[in-house]
């Protein structure tokens, strides 16, 4: 089946959706319940942590059941109450909410998460048949998933100034996209062709996806990455209220930074079928460790350069989003003839995407904490670690990150027709 670029589009819009949900349970979630309730910044940051290191080991099971049981598009149908009811009550809290209301309230909502996105990325890594068109249908579903974003950063701000009741009303909001989104993909995308080949046990699955060199490394490769990007997406709103002083903008930034995501997944594509997939992302992290070290010299007032910075490292973002997953998909393109094993390989990509998201919450929270910073201080000292942490840290991460991807290129060159090493 060819994928052309109308069944790419549709296939693309759930993405929206799925990531109006995730960005605020790491962006919108800590402000929420550390300032709007009232809870310790430490102990919101350790939930984070803990609901995300159990979610996140439960993915490679899923994918896993994904690969054996049931088609893609009936475990997404199924994913969308938990998704739905987790999401309500985690941004419509009651004003005595705790800690445990957090927790349940976030695993409900990353479980059916799991589910939809698990099948999601492996429905598209099926329906493709060359890298090229591997890498339109990630881009279609991650320039969909920035306009999520966009929208759900956008939203808080415009739905009421009281943090509780704005959260609130974001659930509702999200609940009319997550329907239309759904129903769009589930109806319109193409199935994918059937993937001949015996089902495999739960121990063989998770096994041999772990005994491909190139997936290892380049899972490492996407680890590193992660993380350097997770920190400032947890820790933005505090960086924007207390360093720049400039939170009736906080809105905008993030409109911006996803909205030059979004416009450069084009220039990604064309960047990728020029260079290399490879040769393109190492681009994209050279590009945002230079535009976040820039960052880290800022101060109150400087809201013009920050927004520049918000569109420079949000084309950066778009080579995040758009190639790790791309290369992920032509790995599996070569394995098609062992079995069904897309749901796997997702599983574990699901898994260190979450963790690296746990680990930037539950460490760079408790770190502030532990530096001295509490929301609203004007201690200069306080406001220097904030600004490291959100700033400088990520490029030290992205270094490493670049330098892994450098020195396991010849692994990780996957658009060459041969076989996968180690595998």
């Not at 947890?234 to 905008?252: H, I, K, M, P, R």
């Not at 101060?299 to 190639?323: E, H, N, P, T, Y």
């Not at 991460?397 to 060459?416: G, Q, Y």
Request: proline share 5%.
């Amino acid at each position: 089946m060819k994928v052309e670029r109308e069944p790419a589009l549709a296939y693309g819009v759930l993405g929206l959706p799925l990531a109006f949900a995730a960005l605020p349970i790491y962006v919108h979630a800590p402000k929420l319940y550390a300032d709007g309730l009232g809870l310790p910044l430490a102990a919101v940051g350790a939930v984070l942590l803990a609901v995300r290191v159990v979610d996140a080991i439960t993915d490679p099971l899923i994918g896993w059941a994904s690969d054996r049981f049931v088609a893609r598009r009936a475990w997404i149908f199924a994913a969308l109450p938990p998704l739905a009811a987790g999401f309500l009550a985690l941004f419509g809290p009651p004003q005595d909410a705790g800690l445990a209301w957090l927790a349940v309230s976030l695993l409900l909502v990353t479980f059916g998460y799991s589910l939809a996105t698990i099948n999601y990325a492996a429905w598209g890594a099926e329906l493709a048949h060359t890298p090229d068109a591997r890498t339109r249908l990630v881009a279609s579903r991650e320039g969909f998933a920035l306009a999520g974003v966009v929208l759900a950063a956008a939203l808080p701000s415009l739905l009421g100034k009281d943090s509780v009741g704005g959260a609130a009303q974001l659930g509702w909001v999200f609940l009319v996209v997550l329907a239309l989104g759904a129903g769009l993909t589930l109806y319109f995308a193409p199935a994918a062709a059937k993937t001949a080949g015996a089902a495999v046990t739960l121990r063989s699955a998770l096994r041999d996806a772990l005994a491909c060199r190139s997936f290892v490394r380049l899972l490492v490769v996407f680890a590193a990455n992660g993380i350097a990007a997770a920190i400032p997406a947890a820790t933005v709103l505090f960086f924007v209220s207390d360093v720049l002083q400039a939170e009736s903008a906080a809105g905008l930034f993030l409109a911006l930074y996803f909205l030059a995501g979004a416009a450069s997944m084009p220039l990604w594509v064309r960047c990728a079928t020029a260079l290399g997939k490879l040769r393109a992302w190492l681009i994209g992290m050279l590009l945002a460790m230079a535009v976040f070290a820039w960052a880290g010299t800022l101060g109150a007032g400087d809201v013009g350069r920050f927004a520049l910075i918000c569109v420079l490292s949000g084309v950066a973002l778009g080579a995040d989003l758009a190639l790790p997953a791309a290369m992920l998909a032509d790995l599996l393109a070569r394995e098609r003839s062992a079995g069904p094993r897309a749901g796997a390989w997702f599983g574990w990509w699901n898994l260190v995407a979450k963790a690296n998201l746990a680990l930037a919450a539950g460490l760079a929270l408790p770190l502030l904490d532990r530096l001295g910073y509490a929301p609203g201080t004007r201690d200069a000292d306080a406001l220097a670690a904030l600004a490291g942490v959100y700033a400088l840290l990520p490029v030290a991460l992205k270094a490493l990150a670049a330098t892994l991807l450098w020195c396991c290129r010849r692994d990780l060159v996957v658009e060459e027709e041969r076989p996968c090493a180690g595998c």
